[in-house]
């Protein structure tokens, strides 16, 4: 079975290399990470606080509009594509489920993913130690923000394969996945904005909002990574939210990975019922 899995996430990884997919997204992850990285030595050095923690809190940000967006472009035509190319049909006539056509697809693309954010991110956090900007210290939040920077790919790589298995044209997916980014990433921040607005210290700020941030996996990845480095002085917005909810941080993480599972979940219920 893994063999079949393995070969599937091949084909993949090879499709991001012919395609520049690849060389594209570590490219955006690192000029943004490197922006970032010399931009933040004016607050760190009135705060006194190391530029890796000022760069991390930064990249945390960063990355809740680069890497759902990177993922949703991986994933949008992952299966809708191979049927309008007539290759979905090919691939299931050999000895291979569809549940281990969408793990290898998955496992391709988050090896794309890993790839781009380990070198995007690793060169800003070796020129930062190398210039002597930042500790040795403050690699492990480097690490951290990695594996759920990864982790939030996940979760909107699933998504862009939900809306890949319910359209039949890679035109109408690209344009799905889009919308899903804006409203995921964008509007559904507006919205909870706009209910903390018109019901300032009322039912939903103190009893729904701190639930509502964890529904949304861009805002739980956010919360759990400004928690973590007790960013609440060096960013507003999420970090600040920490400090008043009514569970552990933590916690988010646990919210992160449950809406990856469920979303693969979904996605692979959707492609059994899928005729090429």
């Not at 569809?98 to 956090?125: C, M, N, Q, S, W």
């Not at 990845?221 to 609440?232: I, P, T």
Request: charged share 10%.
């Amino acid at each position: 079975m893994f063999s079949r899995i393995w070969t599937i996430a091949i084909q993949e990884i090879r499709i991001g290399i012919r395609n520049r997919w690849i060389l594209l997204a570590t490219l955006i992850l690192a000029v943004f990470s490197l922006a970032l990285a010399l931009l933040g030595s004016a607050p760190a050095g009135t705060l006194g606080v190391d530029r890796l923690t000022i760069t991390v809190a930064s990249l945390a940000s960063l990355s809740v509009y680069l890497v759902p967006l990177i993922a949703l472009l991986l994933a949008f035509d992952a299966i809708c594509g191979e049927i309008d190319r007539g290759t979905l049909l090919m691939t299931l006539s050999c000895p291979i489920s569809r549940t281990e056509f969408l793990v290898g697809k998955a496992l391709g693309h988050t090896l794309v993913l890993t790839f781009a954010l380990v070198i995007g991110y690793g060169l800003t956090a070796a020129l930062l130690v190398t210039l002597g900007a930042g500790s040795v210290a403050g690699l492990p939040d480097f690490a951290r923000l990695i594996a759920t920077s990864v982790l939030l790919g996940v979760s909107f790589l699933a998504i862009g394969y939900v809306l890949s298995a319910l359209t039949r044209q890679p035109g109408t997916a690209a344009a799905a996945a889009i919308a899903a980014w804006l409203i995921m990433v964008v509007l559904y921040d507006l919205a909870l904005l706009g209910a903390l607005v018109a019901d300032p210290g009322g039912t939903f700020a103190s009893d729904l909002f701190p639930y509502a941030v964890l529904l949304n996996p861009a805002d739980a990845f956010r919360l759990f990574n400004l928690a973590a480095l007790g960013a609440s002085e060096l960013v507003g917005g999420m970090a600040g939210v920490s400090d008043s909810l009514p569970f552990d941080p933590a916690f988010a993480l646990v919210s992160l990975t449950a809406f990856a599972a469920l979303a693969l979940g979904l996605s692979a219920l959707l492609i059994r019922r899928i005729t090429p």
